[in-house]
């Protein structure tokens, strides 16, 4: 275990995220409306070091994971994951064969109406095992926007992964937004870090009181 008890990999890829500004404290506005203190850009892994980190924490963690489930393609909903679907697609690949002929895909947030037109770009996800992964949950809206597209394109959701589990209550319930979509699916759903991690991995106590109280303000019922 690294300091704070947490993991090493977890504490590696929160410090990577502070020393990049991958992680900032502030004051954000989320796609939600809530206003945040703390705010991970996914955009920021822009460079072939910091990719190749975040690259290994997802390979790690779905190579770790005892319940991975069986997948054809690997979905990035736009944009941010994106980059995430190929840059996972390519490490397994690299890191064990009989991964080789798993595809990557996404969706335009606008259709194409010339070329090869339509909304996804990638192998089509009709009849195909799908595996999502994005950048962050929060509030959830974005995982049920691709959860739809997948339903819409013939796809079959067989999991979930993002880097960050925000922890946050979806905006009309009690229950967080991977809580809701455990019980819908019921396919794994895996986080590479959680807001816990993150509050365990910040070194600032100033910062770590603000993280605990925005966390309190959003917990979802099973978190209070
Ligand atoms: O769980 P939620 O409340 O939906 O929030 C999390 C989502 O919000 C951001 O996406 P956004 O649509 O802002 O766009 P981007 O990927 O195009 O930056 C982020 O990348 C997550 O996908
Ligand atoms: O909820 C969001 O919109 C959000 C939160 C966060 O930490 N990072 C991000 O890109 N979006």
Do not use: W
Request: proline residues 4%; hydrophobic residues 40%.
């Amino acid at each position: 275990m690294a300091s704070n008890e947490l993991p090493r990999h977890k504490a590696e890829l929160i410090d990577l995220c502070i020393r990049n500004q991958i992680l900032k404290f502030g004051s954000f506005t989320l796609k939600s409306g809530r206003v945040s203190p703390y705010f991970f850009n996914a955009g920021l892994f822009n460079t072939a070091r910091t990719l190749s980190c975040l690259a290994d924490a997802f390979a790690q963690t779905l190579l770790q994971d005892k319940n991975l489930p069986e997948f054809d393609v690997i979905f990035g909903p736009a944009y941010k994951g994106i980059p995430l679907a190929t840059l996972v697609c390519a490490r397994l690949g690299a890191l064990d064969e009989k991964f080789l002929d798993v595809g990557y895909s996404f969706n335009r947030k606008e259709k194409k109406d010339h070329g090869e037109g339509g909304g996804i770009v990638g192998v089509q996800l009709k009849g195909k095992r799908v595996l999502v992964v994005d950048d962050v949950i929060t509030a959830g809206t974005a995982m049920r926007e691709a959860t739809d597209i997948i339903k819409a394109e013939g796809g079959i959701l067989s999991g979930i992964v993002v880097c960050l589990d925000r922890q946050e209550r979806t905006t009309d319930g009690e229950n967080s937004a991977i809580e809701n979509c455990k019980a819908e699916y019921n396919v794994p759903i895996t986080a590479i870090i959680t807001l816990e991690d993150l509050i365990a991995g910040v070194p600032d106590e100033t910062l770590k009181e603000q993280m605990r109280e925005y966390g309190k303000q959003y917990a979802p019922i099973s978190r209070q």
